[in-house]
């Protein structure tokens, strides 16, 4: 079965996973700084007092995940999308229309905990638990929602807000979002919950972060957006030190776009032959090359081979992390360690500019940021050995079984 037969046979339950990452870009760093100078102005912010509002709601939002995240695991998936995007609709409410910058950033904060946070989570969640030979395959092609907003979404911004308000903007993008949604809410088949809500939550099930083969897995799960983050927010720096330029870095943005693609839809099928422990095994290689390329040569070609091994390895991030999650913990308690996950990735997105931006206020030059960089990837690949032979001896215990 290849992928226009899985497209055939389960269109609704993927589409509904699409849709869910898709959205998810309302509440992603990338949209949001699109409106990082109206916002600030509109709430009568300095820069400063943005940043560090969006660093506070970040971390707020990334606790609140790790409560409502597990849910997903009892509550059926029809009424968890609902609630999601009603307190998304909710959030953008007080972003765009409230007059008061404290109920503004409550907005903000809604925003990302329902876009980046809720909304990834229940994409990656559906399209892990809805299959089993194909899961690999099922989460790219859900996955490709993130990678469409990314490419979609600014172009759309730039054209759009010579006629409209950035406040009229937010609001016809809700209002066409909004279209299918209601379509798939009311007349797709929608799975029914997978399990019943734990009597004893705190002792029911797998506790995530009181395990030390958690805290091994998680920073080369986390090495990559961490990293990332800093060169998205630094880009201004990451090009001068280098001795590029910003209209190099736009390009190679976009080549990071493209780039995710085959990241995604070749990791897919290689995730359902070799496995998600062999492949987290190497997916990072062309990036870490980047970083290294990057540290010692610098110019044009430093800023598009970090952009491109970037792509390459992001679009094999989710389906590696949630198959290693699923060979560990298994399929049953998926939400509930996924929401630790996605937590922590949430945290990282709040923290990393801030580090970056102490070490650079501290007069650490980017290209030693980047080798900084590079040895927290070299030592998070060798934390995760061990664990990763375990996933890789239960994978193969579980073919054994079949």
Not at 69 to 76: K, L, M, N, Q, R
Not at 100 to 108: D, N, T
Not at 223 to 244: H, R, V
Not at 354 to 376: C, D, K, N, R
Request: net charge positive; aromatic share 10%; proline share 5%.
């Amino acid at each position: 079965m290849g992928y226009r037969t899985l497209l055939r046979d389960h269109r609704s339950v993927l589409s509904i996973a699409f849709l869910a990452m898709f959205s998810s870009s309302l509440g992603q760093s990338f949209f949001v700084g699109l409106f990082q100078a109206p916002l600030a102005e509109h709430w009568q912010l300095s820069a400063g007092q943005f940043g560090t509002a969006y660093t506070v709601v970040t971390l707020a939002a990334g606790f609140v995940m790790l409560r409502v995240g597990p849910s997903i695991d009892w509550v059926a998936p029809r009424r968890f999308a609902i609630t999601v995007l009603l307190a998304l609709l909710v959030g953008v409410a007080l972003m765009t229309l409230s007059p008061w910058w404290g109920l503004g950033v409550v907005g903000l904060g809604l925003v990302r905990l329902c876009g980046q946070g809720m909304l990834t989570h229940l994409g990656n969640t559906l399209a892990a638990r809805e299959f089993t030979t194909l899961r690999g395959r099922a989460m790219r092609l859900a996955s490709l929602g993130i990678p469409l907003g990314e490419a979609l979404l600014p172009p759309l911004v730039a054209v759009t807000l010579v006629w409209l308000s950035w406040q009229s903007f937010w609001w016809l993008l809700c209002a066409l979002l909004a279209l299918p949604w209601l379509w798939l809410l009311i007349q797709a088949p929608w799975s029914t919950a997978p399990g019943s809500k734990p009597a004893h939550r705190d002792t029911q099930g797998p506790r995530p972060f009181r395990e030390p083969r958690f805290w091994a897995l998680l920073p080369l799960l986390m090495s990559l957006p961490i990293t990332m983050t800093g060169l998205f927010i630094y880009q201004a720096q990451l090009t001068e030190a280098l001795d590029s330029s910003l209209g190099v870095y736009a390009l190679a943005l976009a080549g990071m776009g493209v780039a995710k693609l085959p990241g995604a839809l070749l990791g897919g099928r290689w995730i359902d032959k070799i496995g998600p422990a062999r492949l987290a095994r190497v997916y990072l290689l062309p990036y870490a090359s980047a970083m290294l390329i990057a540290t010692l040569i610098g110019g044009d070609a430093s800023v598009w081979a970090l952009m491109v091994g970037g792509g390459l390895a992001m679009g094999a991030q989710e389906l590696i992390a949630s198959g290693l999650l699923i060979k560990l913990w298994g399929i049953e308690h998926l939400g509930r360690v996924r929401s630790a996950l996605s937590a922590a990735m949430v945290f990282s997105t709040g923290i990393a500019p801030a580090a970056i931006g102490l070490a650079l206020s501290a007069g650490m030059t980017f290209p030693a940021i980047l080798a900084a960089m590079l040895m927290f990837i070299v030592t998070a690949w060798c934390l995760a050995q061990r664990v990763l032979q375990v996933a890789s001896r239960t994978a193969l215990a579980q073919d054994q079984h079949r």
